[in-house]
T-cell receptor, first 114, second 118 residues
Framework: GESVGLHLPTLSVQEGDNSIINCAYS??????FIWYKQESGKGPQFIID?????DKRQGQRVTVLLNKTVKHLSLQIAATQPGDSAVYFC?????????????FGTGTRLQVTL | GAVVSQHPSWVICKSGTSVKIECRSL??????MFWYRQFPKQSLMLMAT?????????EQGVEKDKFLINHASLTLSTLTVTSAHPEDSSFYIC??????????????FGEGSRLTVL
């Protein structure tokens, strides 16, 4: 069925290295994607978003890449820091015209080692 | 940035009692709010869409009589877990979108409410 999923449940990265978190989606009709960071016991925190008319979008230390051909989304974090340790979710919007209904992926836990 | 507040942040109750969780948009009006449920080490699952002034829209498999949603104003939605049982123990998260008419993007999440039913 339709789903938004992640390839890796846990990613361990050394401090200072770059992190890449991947996400696959199955609905080609999705036109908006968001990456969220969730720390333990807290709600999701917006990181960066991208619309389907774009392939790449950069923020501060983060870059999101969208490959619509293979329905793949990735989040790149440059110079990973201990404060980046959290669970990262991708989310997609499938209801164009409906405000903000999102479907979340399964999540990847990022562990930053010193 | 916009703030969405949830209350209580955690609650412990006895089996059979009802628990109300509030979701407030503090500095913007939200025609639509969303309620999610998250089990440990799992993703957020959308439970229902809360529409101001009308009935909530529930996702498949979510009991509307079990999870009562009221969106009486543009800044407040409430989720009431009725006759709670231990299996209802979970982390409940709300999100709110601005009434700007734009599609997504302006979506803000609360800090979540952890419910433990004994």
């Amino acid at each position: 069925g339709e789903s938004v999923g992640l390839h890796l449940p846990t990613l361990s990265v050394q401090e200072g290295d770059n992190s890449i978190i991947n996400c696959a989606y199955s609905n080609s009709a999705s036109d908006y994607f968001i990456w969220y960071k969730q720390e333990s016991g807290k709600g999701p925190q917006f990181i960066i978003d991208i619309r389907s008319n774009m392939d790449k979008r950069q923020g501060q230390r983060v870059t999101v890449l969208l490959n619509k051909t293979v329905k793949h989304l990735s989040l790149q974090i440059a110079a990973t820091q201990p404060g980046d340790s959290a669970v990262y979710f991708c989310a997609e919007n499938r209801d164009t015209g409906t405000a903000s209904k999102l479907t979340f992926g399964t999540g990847t836990r990022l562990q930053v080692t010193l | 940035g916009a703030v969405v507040s949830q209350h209580p942040s955690w609650v412990i109750c006895k089996s059979g009692t009802s628990v109300k969780i509030e979701c407030r948009s503090l500095d913007f009006q939200a025609t639509t709010m969303f309620w999610y449920r998250q089990f440990p080490k799992q993703s957020l699952m959308l439970m229902a869409t809360s529409n101001e002034g009308s009935k909530a829209t529930y996702e498949q498999g979510v009991e509307k009589d079990k999870f009562l949603i009221n969106h009486a104003s543009l800044t407040l939605s409430t989720l009431t877990v009725t006759s709670a049982h231990p299996e209802d123990s979970s982390f409940y998260i709300c999100s709110a979108g601005r009434t700007s008419g734009t599609n997504t993007g302006e979506l803000f999440f609360g800090e979540g409410s952890r419910l433990t039913v004994l």
